[in-house]
């Protein structure tokens, strides 16, 4: 009988949030390495408030962004370590599978 292997929920949280090319558009927008608020965000790509807020919150939830209110403003930045943690998670993963 063969082993019933799980994927880590994080890992495929993480691969769902990948899964969407315009998130991946959005995370795109930080390559300058700077914070974003949600207006910015909006006014760089075009999209709705709330198209670009709900892609935002699938990012949080796949570890790639972290969040930061101050007062009115909603801040996002690239999570760097949770990125690192769990890209070596799924490449972990690959090894023992392929």
Do not use: N, W
Not at 62 to 87: F, M, N, Q, T
């Amino acid at each position: 009988m063969k082993k019933s292997v799980q994927l880590d929920p994080r890992v495929q949280d993480f691969l769902s949030a990948l899964a969407s090319e315009t998130r991946q558009k959005l995370l795109l927008e930080f390559m300058d390495g700077k914070e974003k608020t949600v207006g910015e965000l909006v006014a760089d790509s075009g999209l709705q408030q709330s198209t670009v807020s709900s892609h935002l919150a699938q990012l949080q939830r796949g570890g790639l962004l972290i969040r930061r209110k101050s007062g009115k403003e909603v801040y996002y930045k690239p999570d760097r370590h949770g990125i690192s943690d769990l890209l070596a998670r799924l490449s972990s993963y690959l090894r023992g599978c392929c």
